[in-house]
């Protein structure tokens, strides 16, 4: 099996910095979201988690880990005002990936933490009987995706790691 071609990170992160400025000021003068929080996601996680980030389209997973497996990210910002039944986007259980990465961020695309929860836990969690946007669309509530899955990479955790360092 041919892997598919991946993207550059270094190659978008100046890209990606210029749309998170645009994307805030954006949301400055509209007090709306521009809708760019998943590629912004995408690419935040393939930076800190090493991963490698697939081409546009590739169905089912957006990127590639070390060791091969194909991770799915989903990408939300909170803010002090966000509702508590906010919903990740569908996850479809017909296509190839092996984890779901969240990444959840501060309205200035600045990651909170990053959470990761195996297809087996996602497949349990959506065929449960008696919710029709789980069981039909695929969607799970991001506090149903964090009891089902491991904080990866916290803010918290990186600080301490810097002031260890220093």
């Known amino acids: 099996m041919t892997m598919p071609d991946t993207l550059d990170i270094t190659a978008l992160r100046s890209v990606i910095r210029d749309a998170e ?4 000021r954006y949301r400055n003068l509209t007090g709306k979201p521009l809708g760019i929080t998943g590629e912004i996601g995408e690419f935040t996680v393939a930076d800190l988690m090493n ?3 697939t081409e546009a389209r ?4 957006d990127a ?7 991770v799915q990210i989903k990408a939300r910002c909170i803010s002090p005002d966000s509702k508590a039944s906010q ?7 017909d296509h190839k990936w092996d984890t779901v990465m969240l990444v959840l961020m501060d ?3 600045e ?6 929860a195996p297809r087996t836990a996602i497949e349990r969690e959506l065929t449960k009987p008696g919710s029709k946007a789980r069981n039909e ?5 991001i506090g149903k995706f964090k009891a089902i899955s491991s904080v990866v990479w916290s803010k918290e955790a990186a600080i301490d790691t810097r002031q260890i360092k220093c």
């Open 64 to 70: 590639i880990a070390p060791d091969g497996h194909c």
């Open 21 to 24: 400025e645009v994307a805030k």
């Open 111 to 116: 990651p909170i933490a990053i959470y990761e």
């Open 137 to 141: 669309r695929g969607a799970l509530s």
């Open 87 to 93: 919903r990740l986007g569908s996850i479809k259980l």
């Open 58 to 61: 590739q169905p089912g997973y």
């Open 51 to 53: 991963l490698r980030l």
């Open 107 to 109: 309205t200035s695309f």
